[in-house]
């Protein structure tokens, strides 16, 4: 479970997006990049959005990883965003990766993401040499199972001192390139509960001064609002830099700083400006994956295919009204 703190990160916005606004509007307008091998998602008949499940939504459930793939699959779903947790009890069990792959792929389903927690990023050398190891396997189970993208949040690293924005680049980079290795994009992550790596800005920030032409972010409804990233942001950024998107909700109440990953609503069901959202995704360009992400008990004590069919339903109902 994801562990909550107070924003400590004293980097501003005025100081990141002053080192990163032009590099912004270029990759936004297009410009010239190097080779890169991870890309928005093709289009599905020129569709703005293709949806996807992250199996937070259905975790409290505790079905595996096989009957959650079941559960996307018909509940609509066109992806899958597994948690490493499920695939690593797969295959302690027994499980093949190879046959998880094929059943995914007969399911008429894509790995476009998975979640993992390796402390990549800490100061600890010896901690981050350890959460290398750790990225590397977790990257190696996504590969086998045809996964393209994996999060890369700052575990270890939620609560002060602040880090090094320079050294979580060269950090980040460096979990890029293992990721050259393995054939999966590590997708830095928008954690706003953190004291690291908790706005937009920051995270833009890290991934252009990694320096690294696969660099890109995942960011989240509930963790820009928590962090206290503008949403306006979002129109600062192109379909290659924001590829994965987690689409949710939040209430009005309780406020931003007493708020959790509890409170996650249905998208459209909460306070966000989920419209806005949409649209400035929407003129991003390409194709961005919207992975339904909550940890709301209250879901997790549903029946995990209505719960996961009235998620879908709201997430199309959202874009829907977004791009009429």
Not at 36 to 54: I, S, W
Not at 87 to 103: C, N, P, T, W
Not at 152 to 176: N, Q, S, V
Not at 199 to 205: G, I
């Amino acid at each position: 479970m994801r562990i909550f703190a107070h924003n400590t990160n004293k980097l501003t916005r005025r100081d990141a997006l002053a080192r990163t606004g032009t590099l912004l509007t270029a990759a936004a307008a297009g410009a010239s990049l190097p080779t890169r091998a991870a890309t928005p998602a093709p289009a599905t008949e020129g569709a703005p959005f293709l949806f996807c499940l992250n199996t937070a939504t259905i975790r409290g459930q505790k079905l595996g990883i096989v009957k959650e793939v079941e559960v996307a699959s018909k509940a609509g779903f066109q992806a899958i965003e597994p948690w490493i947790e499920a695939i690593d009890q797969y295959a302690e069990g027994g499980g093949s990766l190879k046959d998880l792959r094929q059943r995914i792929a007969d399911a008429g389903l894509t790995v476009e993401s998975a979640i993992g927690f390796p402390e990549w990023i800490v100061d600890d050398d010896a901690r981050r040499a350890r959460g290398l190891e750790r990225a590397k396997r977790e990257m190696d189970l996504v590969a086998q199972i045809g996964g393209k993208r994996i999060a890369a949040p700052p575990a270890g690293a939620t609560r002060p001192p602040a880090l090094d924005p320079a050294k979580a680049a060269e950090r980040y980079r460096a979990l890029l390139e293992l990721g050259d290795q393995m054939g999966v994009v590590p997708q830095l992550e928008v954690w706003g509960f953190s004291a690291n790596l908790s706005r937009l800005s920051q995270c833009m920030l890290v991934a252009m001064d990694s320096g690294h032409p696969k660099a890109c972010v995942v960011a989240d409804v509930f963790h820009l609002f928590k962090g206290g990233s503008p949403f306006e942001g979002l129109k600062l950024a192109s379909a290659i830099a924001l590829q994965v998107f987690h689409l949710n909700d939040y209430p009005s109440d309780p406020p931003q700083d007493k708020i959790n990953d509890g409170f996650r609503l249905f998208p459209g069901d909460g306070s966000a400006p989920i419209t806005q959202i949409l649209r400035d995704l929407r003129s991003s360009g390409g194709q961005t994956v919207l992975s339904l992400e909550l940890l709301n008990r209250k879901y997790w004590e549903q029946d995990a295919l209505e719960t996961a069919k009235a998620g879908l339903a709201k997430m199309k109902a959202a874009v829907q009204k977004a791009v009429a």
